[in-house]
């Protein structure tokens, strides 16, 4: 088989980790794989040099910030060879500049546009395992990039695509994905699999297990994605596409995210363009609007209601603040202590009822949902920040995800 | 003006540090100066990275520990451009492979063999201050490589070199070059000028402000060097070629060595070709040999004793045990508390009686010289490693070097 592992930051956190890692590698070697390894910088050192940058500038030049930040994957890269060539293994690290790991020129959030897999082929050939720095690449002037938060994953599996690898390994600090939060739902379920549409939404939805980016790269080129413990050894979550004859349960998982915060243009005369003459130029100030409810007044008048990331609440307040006027709104209200709690599953596609299955959990705990959004395979709602760990739990338990109840079954 | 300026360690060990080094460039970027950086890694960043070699692999790889090394001047660039351009000042980081610094592919002792200046020259041009990371260099294949003990004094110079630069600043924790050791001498004097060859010499023998490949190179491509404190303002010592009305003392330099051991083999036939039988193995065993002396005794059978190394005695003593019966010597004995002490000056050419003043000074103070070594600017002794302080002192004293001594001529 030819694998891509990728380990994450606590995953050569130290250098017993990194031994740890080395002997895992050696392992599947063994066993006769072909396995390109992926890495993370070691955990703490990307805060160590993002404190350096701002220590000597307010704000740090994104190019050279790039050039900080891909220091911290060089360091475990060259370790993790050196560990394997010290087994007798041949290594070769790689930097982005060596395995050209072409990005577009977006500095800090840079995207791949292409990788040259010609070495890597020739070092699998000759029996040599490639360990690359992930996070980073290098642009079309041979400036070094970073591909921001999840940049590792989204390497791995742009690694493994073009590798044409069998699979694609996540090595992390969990050891799966869960039907729920473990912290907050007792008994939630690893998922043995899940499909990539599913994943998209867990993670966007701030299951942190993977990004979402390195999650629909996986999905455009098919790669099978596996998501698995660097300390213990189980079979993870599959990540894969979606197959005919997969036994699929209606629900997945459930997710939540506190990063959110809700607005409300209140009495917005009804008419044409003016939802765009509100959100237009929000969208243009590069923030991410979210779940949009609009309900039309016995007077003809409207309220407008969005959710926004937290951070950008108090910018978004002043924005409408400003328009309020010209859109002839009566006011506005908002809300920054409220949290968005989703089911996510492929099989509610072809099931009715899952909606009112999941308001009726919320009701009977007298949880009052304040906003709703549902697409084909996910339903949300927003409820007050102070019912979280309730709300997910009731619905956990509504669609009897737990471990326990999956065994009654 | 065109400088190269090349900070060391603890000129950027901190952000404070940094942000000292970047005041200093705008203070030159204000007088109407182009400057070129040039850096080495962050202060105790070679020493922590090469730790975590030794704990991940007894023998560490000598590419990938290139690799794992070349991390360190990453981070000072990227921060010192940083600095830079928040104080207004437009800069950019280069990697070695970004200003291609081409070097041999003898990793952890590379040598520079060109470098591409044309974009450090459009920057120059543009007001853009290139800051470039010292110490590393790319091999005709792409890996990475690093220049050994010295190696960002070689950078800066080689870029002042191929950037045809007035002068090349070395800043660094001392002021410039002393006619002896200052924690040795009380009143040794700073020199304003010495010549390359002077330096070279300095430098080889044991002062450690520049590594003597550096020299050797701004010697061989006539790159006025400075050596200067990054710390305090002063004019340095300049190291330049010599002029025909520059006015030079006999002796500039009183240099010392502890890194010495002697080995001497006793009654070795005088005949052709032994000396050879004897250091060839040596050599060949990449062992260094400094100064060799051979005196034949009454019977026709000659001592040949030279001195190597400290960190190598014990292997000699080894090879010299085995191969002793096989030259036919009668024994050998060996040395490792000797030191080596010596007088530089390109005055001397022109002026006998150095070496008298030299050796009646030290016989003065009852010390004996084991071994005499000379060339055309320098003579060296060998003396008992307890006489070290007090034999330069009192050389030091005898050619008048100190400042009150120069003060009163």
């Known amino acids: 088989m030819r694998y891509v592992y990728k380990f994450g930051g606590t995953s050569v956190a130290s250098p017993e980790r990194i031994s740890a890692v080395a002997d895992r590698v050696v392992r599947g070697l063994s066993e006769g794989h072909r396995i390109t390894v992926v890495l993370s910088a070691m955990a703490g050192e990307t805060n160590r040099l993002e404190q350096l940058a701002v220590d000597v500038a307010k ?45 577009d020129t977006a500095h800090t959030r840079a995207r791949i546009e292409h990788i040259d897999v010609e070495c890597l082929h020739a070092d699998l050939e000759a029996g040599v395992t490639p360990v690359i720095a992930g996070f980073q690449g290098i ?10 938060r999840g940049g590792s994953d989204t390497t791995a599996v742009a690694v493994a695509a073009a590798l ?31 499909t ?15 990004h979402p980016r390195a999650v629909e790269f996986a999905g455009k080129y098919a790669v099978p994605l596996r998501v698995l413990s660097s300390f213990d050894d189980g ?16 629900v997945s ?43 039309v007044g016995a007077d003809g008048s409207a309220d407008l ?28 209200e908002g809300d920054n202590r409220i949290v968005k709690i989703s089911v996510v599953g492929v099989g509610m596609r072809s099931h009715a009822g899952v909606a009112t299955r999941m308001f009726d959990a919320l009701a009977a705990e007298n949880i009052n949902i304040r906003m709703i959004s549902t697409s084909e395979i996910k339903i949300s709602v927003v409820v007050d920040e102070r019912y979280l760990e309730l709300a997910v739990r009731a619905v956990h338990s509504a669609f009897e995800l737990s471990e326990a109840a999956v065994e009654e079954q």
């Open 164 to 194: 044409d690898a069998d699979e694609c390994r996540i090595y992390t600090d969990v050891d799966g994905v869960y039907t729920a939060d473990p912290r907050i739902v007792d008994g939630a379920a690893r998922l043995g699999v899940v």
């Open 59 to 103: 704000r740090p030049d994104a190019r050279e910030r790039d050039v900080l930040l891909a220091s911290g994957e060089q360091v475990s890269i060259a370790l993790l060879a050196m560990a394997l060539i010290e087994r007798g293994r041949p290594a070769r690290s790689y930097l982005a500049p060596q395995v050209a790991i072409r990005t």
């Open 305 to 332: 209601t969005f959710t926004v990331k937290r951070g950008d609440y108090d910018r978004v307040c002043e924005m409408l603040d400003e328009m309020r006027e010209e859109v002839g709104a009566r006011g506005f």
């Open 235 to 250: 079979p993870g979550t599959l990540i894969t596409t979606e197959e005919q004859d997969m036994e699929q349960p209606i």
């Open 253 to 295: 998982g459930i997710a939540y995210s506190r990063d959110e915060a809700k607005l409300t243009l209140l009495g917005v005369p009804d008419v044409p363009g003016v939802a765009s003459r509100i959100l237009g130029p929000i969208g243009r100030a590069n923030i991410e609007i979210d779940m949009i409810v609009q309900n």
């Open 139 to 148: 642009d079309a002037d041979g400036n070094l990039t970073t591909l921001g």
């Open 196 to 210: 990539f549409e599913e994943m998209l939404e867990l993670a966007s939805l701030g299951s942190k297990v993977l």
